[in-house]
């Protein structure tokens, strides 16, 4: 895909195109995503994602539970609009 991507909105989300802070975002949500694949609370994590990331309250490392919910909320969608092509 590139670097060179538009800008995106997934849910309720917006995704700009990526920057080398990107990373950092990429980082807090695969965790996360991680996290809830192995049936644990993801809202659990957050403390200590927050220490991780240097974030002084862990309030400020929520934002990324928005983020994985939207993703996980648009695979649902996909999944659901790919059965109905099936049939």
Do not use: C
């Not at 590139?2 to 990429?26: A, C, D, E, K, Y």
């Not at 965790?31 to 809830?36: D, E, G, H, P, S």
């Amino acid at each position: 895909m590139g670097l060179n991507q538009p800008r995106r909105v997934i849910g309720n989300v917006n995704f700009s195109g990526p920057v080398p802070h990107s990373l950092r975002h990429s980082f807090a949500v695969n965790a996360l995503l991680r996290v809830k694949d192995r049936g644990e609370s993801a809202q659990n994590a957050l403390p200590v994602l927050a220490v991780y990331m240097g974030h002084s309250n862990y309030k400020y490392t929520s934002v990324y539970l928005r983020v994985a919910d939207a993703l996980t909320r648009q695979n649902l969608l996909d999944f659901s609009l790919w059965q109905k092509r099936k049939t």
